[in-house]
């Protein structure tokens, strides 16, 4: 029994993997984390399962990490924010070596870590209404679990257009910059991501996971120590007199102490 995610396998081994807070446009949470965390392993394991679809309930895909959560690490000690950070950032993991394909319906707003969701897919297809933005930077926080994921997707110098200034950017947009395969309407995405999973159907299984491993292993390096990095710079950051304003500043609906706009 999930809470904050909602799991179906069809007959033909498609799994859908829905992001399941819609009243909060589907942010993370520590619980929605560890679910997520389950059901990336559990998924992976499952012979049954062919192709696994990510997406988000409501109208968002996923609008990043929940503030709520994140004023709770601000309020913690360091070790526990530590923790959670690494909770994150092994989620992450766990879903960007699945070995089975991910295919991405991304609609609505994706951002922060519904950037990073993005990321970790094989392809993600976007409605071409989205907006998507890397918007942490604009609380005082940074990038950082997500980050290996974003700069493995977009390659460093497409990565930096828009990694530390926190502008949103259209669907167009990203897919220039390598994040979404392509775009489609709304009323076409679900055609389009099942586009992407049949040809799975027709692929011996244990052939898609050995070249999607192959695949992974030749790309940018995302191992123990690039984790443990990402990790470092979250807990660093969260430590920060910046990040205490930038989230205060949030929750009392106000304009951060930078701002000069």
């Known amino acids: 029994m999930t809470n904050t995610i909602a799991i179906t396998v069809d007959p033909r081994g498609v799994a859908t993997l829905m992001l399941d807070r819609a009243d909060k446009h589907n942010a993370m949470n520590a619980e929605m984390i560890a679910e997520l965390h389950e059901a990336a392993i559990d998924l992976g394991a499952d012979d049954a399962v062919r192709v696994v679809v990510l997406s988000g309930a409501g109208k968002s895909f996923c609008a990043g990490g929940d503030l709520g959560w994140m004023r709770e690490q601000m309020q913690s000690d360091a070790e526990t924010r530590a923790q959670e950070a690494g909770k994150l950032a092994h989620m992450l993991h766990a879903l960007n070596t699945m070995p089975k394909p991910l295919i991405g319906a991304v609609h609505g ?8 969701m993005a990321s970790v897919c094989d392809v993600a297809i976007g409605a071409d209404h989205i907006k998507m933005g890397l918007t942490e930077t604009r609380l005082g926080i940074i990038p950082a679990t997500i980050g290996p994921y974003v700069i493995a997707r977009m390659g460093e110098g497409r990565a930096r257009r828009v990694f530390m200034s926190s502008r949103l950017f259209d669907a167009a947009e990203a897919v220039d910059l390598g994040l979404l395969a392509k ?7 679900a055609a389009a991501v099942a586009a992407e999973v049949d040809p799975y159907l027709s692929c011996a299984p244990g052939a898609v996971a050995a070249a999607k491993a192959l695949a992974r292993g030749f790309g940018p390096r995302i191992d123990a120590d690039t984790i443990a990095t990402s990790i470092a710079a979250l807990k660093s950051r969260w430590e920060t007199a910046e990040a205490a304003e930038g989230i205060d500043a949030f929750f009392a609906k106000r304009k951060a102490a930078w701002v000069r706009s």
């Open 109 to 116: 707003n994706a951002f922060g870590g519904g950037v990073g």
């Open 183 to 189: 775009t489609v309407s709304s009323d076409d995405l």
